[in-house]
């Protein structure tokens, strides 16, 4: 069933690549249609950071001084100014890290 | 292979991340690893997979993997203009490898030698070194993921990897605007049936995107 899931998903995406390519002339897209479509990361995935901090695993808020609010703040600042992906993933999660096992444990 | 090697950096540590929450979310590793194969397309693989171990229907989990990768969209236009000349058979052939990094590099290179007859091949260099580090980075991450103790609380790191990818942006107060509506709608929304916060959110979000266009002209 994932499988199944997966490989629509699959297909999907593949027509997201291909469609601009091979099948539409390029003016098709409008400029104002490619304009809004700067903004699809930027409108996409914090719906995936906010419930990811903020939301714990019971489907309820968390408190405001848990550790993955602070951890998301020094991924955030770290991020900023190293444009580094993996610098700022890493930030993040040892700075969790050493407030659960070393603070609060 | 030379202007794209400064992303492996972060190509290859993003797979083994993916790799291994996939696997830490409870999934087969044979289709933590399909996904690379069908779907090669890192942040909507662990959206993918999330939404799924957190109970969403497998419309919803389809559907926004299609919002997140619809940038592609934008990707194609900008690059058909170069591609115009290639067969039907070789453009749908080098849409699979259509990638982030790549594309970036691929325009950047494509904007300096206009003239030159074979600038696709540069794309097909840079996609299939992408596709190749991003196979072995997630058969990695499957494969360390079944070591990594649940108390770590890796399923932190999918929220983390978004700040990485969005953060520049803070830079700009119109993304900022936008970039809160998302996540604000998301929080409101969350307890909508089916996980559809995850589409909701982005649809308000784009159509405040809309709006603020429109107030710059």
Not at chain 2, 39 to 54: E, M, N, R, T, Y
Not at chain 2, 110 to 123: C, G, I, M, Q, T
Not at chain 2, 141 to 165: W, Y
Request: charged share 10%; glycine share 8%.
């Amino acid at each position: 069933m994932t499988l199944v899931s997966i490989i629509f998903a699959g297909i999907l995406t593949y027509f997201t690549r291909m469609t601009m390519v091979a099948l539409i002339s390029r003016d098709m897209l409008g400029d104002k249609v490619k304009a809004v479509l700067e903004y699809v990361p930027s409108a996409v995935f914090p719906a995936i950071i906010f419930p990811g901090i903020f939301i714990n695993d019971f489907g309820t808020f968390i408190e405001m001084n848990d550790p993955k609010i602070f951890g998301a703040l020094v991924a955030v600042i770290v991020g900023y100014f190293s444009k580094n992906i993996i610098a700022t993933i890493l930030a993040g999660l040892v700075s969790y890290w050493f407030l659960i096992f070393v603070i609060f444990s | 292979m030379l202007d794209i090697s400064p992303h492996m950096l972060s190509v290859i540590p993003f797979g083994i991340i993916c790799g291994a929450i996939g696997v830490e979310l409870g999934f087969n590793p044979y289709l933590v690893y399909a996904m690379s194969f069908i779907i090669f397309g890192g942040a909507s693989q662990i959206v993918f997979l999330q939404l799924l171990s957190g109970g969403a229907s497998s419309f919803v989990a389809i559907t926004s993997v299609g919002i997140i990768n619809s940038r592609h969209l934008l990707y194609g236009a900008v690059l058909s203009e170069y591609l115009d000349k290639l067969s039907l058979i070789k453009k749908l052939l080098i849409s699979y490898v259509i990638v982030d990094q790549g594309f970036a590099e691929s325009n950047k290179f494509f904007k300096k030698n206009r003239s030159e007859e074979y600038l696709h091949y540069h794309l097909i260099g840079t996609g299939c070194t992408m596709w190749v580090c991003w196979q072995i980075a997630t058969l990695s991450g499957i494969i360390l993921g079944s070591f990594v103790p649940e108390e770590l609380g890796l399923k932190f790191a999918i929220p983390l990897t978004f700040i990485a990818i969005v953060v520049q942006d803070l830079k700009k107060i119109d993304h900022v605007i936008v970039m809160i509506t998302c996540g604000l709608s998301s929080l409101l929304f969350f307890e909508a049936p089916f996980k559809s916060y995850i589409i909701i959110s982005p649809v308000i979000a784009l159509f405040v995107a809309s709006l603020l266009l429109r107030l710059k002209k």
